[in-house]
Nanobody, 121 residues
Framework: QVQLVESGGGLVQAGGSLRLSCAAS????????MGWYRQAPGKQRELVAM???????NYADSVKGRFTISRDNAKNTVYLQMNSLKPEDTDVYYC???????????????WGQGTRVTVSS
């Protein structure tokens, strides 16, 4: 299985920056795509950004031009650089990873416990 450990959340003023990190650990899965989601109480969880093992990226329209996702495959770590933060970015951010058991062609999604980002005005 895979365990995802997130860090980097906190309190920042509007216009500031934060960098989220998520480290994946596991023995039997190969990590394919990794990404970040966010969810506020009473709201649906939405994709913020994702990155494939080949480096292709995709972003929610609301964060394009402000957030950058990257990964270090050697460390099984994904990052989310968040610049020009807005109060509406306030949320709990969850790391996600798709693990693959190649021998049996099984794909499994893994989730972190979340890290809170609060942007003050």
């Amino acid at each position: 299985q895979v365990q995802l450990v997130e860090s980097g959340g906190g309190l920042v003023q509007a216009g500031g920056s934060l960098r989220l990190s998520c480290a994946a650990s596991g023995s039997i899965f190969s990590i394919d795509a990794m990404g970040w989601y966010r969810q506020a109480p009473g709201k649906q969880r939405e994709l913020v950004a994702m990155i494939t093992s080949g480096g292709s990226t995709n972003y929610a329209d609301s964060v394009k031009g402000r957030f950058t996702i990257s990964r270090d495959n050697a460390k099984n770590t994904v990052y989310l650089q968040m610049n020009s933060l807005k109060p509406e970015d306030t949320d709990v951010y969850y790391c996600a990873a798709k693990g693959v058991q190649h021998a049996i062609s099984v794909f499994t999604d893994f989730w972190g416990q979340g890290t809170r980002v609060t942007v003050s005005s």
